[in-house]
């Protein structure tokens, strides 16, 4: 079955200081998907970063970075140098063929960053 | 390109009473989801269409809740009667056809019950 564990509930940082939120996702598939996505106050999800999971690369953009490691089945988001914009409820989320035969998105519980100034 | 509209953004009603969601998905978007996201939790997916056939609502609460997508491009859901539990925000996708990886989300509706 398709799981996404997000064990950080709420983290608080000052501003420019670095944050790594944590993913840990179990699937039995062999081909499926990684995603952050990041819910502001204002309630929309902005979709961040997809991975697959025959792409192990690490991946950097602008302050943003993700670690994806198949061996501990984890895909942690790093923020370096955090602003007070980047408040918000990150999500992770799995996609997977399940038992559909259609990919089916799985998010975890989210983590809460605040970055107080 | 115009993104997922959803309406209302907001609702309040009283337990037992029933509420209607309304979206309309990106053009030309085959596939359309709706998600529950209780307070403080990761949206759980309720109904996934592909046009206007349903793929997977085995999360749907079937007694009480249902949805549909006529002519394969918008879509409701409905809920009725609505129990306090249902208090929520519901969010709709779309995905383009042989792109599920590539959901576009909705602002969602926020739905208080009584």
């Known amino acids: 079955a398709q799981k996404v564990t997000q064990a950080q509930t709420e983290i608080s940082v000052v501003e420019k200081e670095d944050v790594t939120l944590d993913c840990v996702y179990e699937t039995r598939d062999t081909t499926y998907y990684l995603f952050w996505y990041k819910q502001p106050p204002s309630g929309e999800l902005v979709f961040l970063i997809r991975?697959?999971?025959?792409?192990?690369q690490n991946e950097i953009s602008g302050r943003y970075s993700w670690n994806f490691q198949k061996s501990t089945s984890s895909f942690n988001f790093t923020i370096t140098a955090s602003q007070v914009v980047d408040s918000a409820v990150y999500f992770c989320a799995l996609s997977d063929l399940g038992d559909t035969g259609f990919q089916k998105l799985v998010f975890g519980t989210g983590t809460r960053l605040l970055v107080s100034p | 390109e115009a993104g997922v509209a959803q309406s209302p953004r907001y609702k309040i009603i009283e337990k037992r009473q029933s509420v209607a969601f309304w979206c309309n998905p990106i053009?030309?978007?085959?596939?359309l989801y709706w998600y529950q996201q209780i307070l403080g939790q990761g949206p759980k997916l309720l109904i996934q269409?592909?046009?206007?056939?349903?793929?997977?609502d085995s999360q749907l609460p079937k007694d009480r809740f249902s949805a549909e997508r006529l002519k394969g491009v918008d879509s409701t859901l409905k809920i009725q009667p609505a129990k306090l539990e249902d208090s929520a925000v519901y969010l709709c996708a779309s995905s383009p056809k042989d792109r599920y990886n590539e959901q576009f989300f909705g602002p969602g509706t926020r739905l208080t019950v009584l």
């Open positions: 053009s030309g978007h085959a596939t």
């Open positions: 269409f592909q046009n206007n056939g349903v793929v997977d």
């Open positions: 991975r697959n999971s025959f792409d192990e």
